[in-house]
T-cell receptor
């Protein structure tokens, strides 16, 4: 089945630790995205990538880093510099950045204490 | 001002009822408009695009009013399975295409 997978579903970390969230897609999509969702707020774009080995900052990139070494994979690292890392993180992909329909993975709920 | 604003609800309606809600957007250069559906603690999924002339998809009708900068979603003959949060999404092109998401309107359909 084609789709997007994210792991793990739930993640707990201590403050000060970096953590990497996994996102893999087998839809052969060029574009991939990372969003965070907080209660009462819309999804906010962290980073996006249009093509392998290229990525762009979104609206809230501070404290995050990404890589795009393979078309299928777009991992997100939440660093200790992110002030409020506890959130629901959603990875998405689309055919390209000009194509509006984005397919989302099931998300990772990160809790940092 | 938020780029996309929605009434959070919740809209509590009985099965079979009609429910409608709006979303306003601030950027007059917005090009495309969509409704996504998000079930509790799940990922969003595209429900339907919104076309200038308005469009229907089964029991769902979407309308766009560019002059007043809002879009609407109407659900007829509500089913229990329609209970979800509906996200208003707007596409703007600046340096690249960007989707802006509203915080969502929650609909609860009761038996």
């Amino acid at each position: 089945d084609g789709g997007i997978t994210q792991s793990p579903k739930y993640l707990f970390r201590k403050e000060g630790q970096n953590v990497t969230l996994s996102c893999e897609q087998n839809l052969n999509h060029d574009a991939m995205y990372w969003y965070r969702q907080d209660p009462g707020q819309g999804l906010r774009l962290i980073y996006y990538s249009q093509i392998v080995n290229d990525f762009q900052k979104g609206d809230i990139a501070e404290g995050y880093s990404v890589s795009r070494e393979k078309k299928e994979s777009f991992p997100l690292t939440v660093t200790s510099a992110q002030k409020n890392p506890t959130a629901f993180y959603l990875c998405a992909s689309s055919v390209n950045t000009g194509f509006h329909e984005q397919y989302f993975g099931p998300g990772t709920r990160l809790t940092v204490t | 001002r938020k780029e996309v604003e929605q009434d959070p609800g919740p809209f509590n309606v009985p099965e079979g009822a009609t429910v409608a809600f709006n979303c306003t957007y601030s950027n007059s250069a917005s090009q495309s408009f969509f409704w996504y559906r998000q079930d509790c603690r799940k990922e969003p999924k595209l429900l339907m695009s919104v076309y200038s002339s308005g469009n229907e998809d089964g029991r769902f009708t979407a309308q766009l009013n560019r002059a007043s900068q809002y879009i609407s979603l109407l659900i007829r003959d509500s089913k229990l399975s329609d209970s979800a949060t509906y996200l208003c999404v707007v596409m703007v092109r600046s340096n690249d295409y960007k989707l802006s998401f509203g915080a969502g309107t929650t609909v609860t359909v009761r038996a």
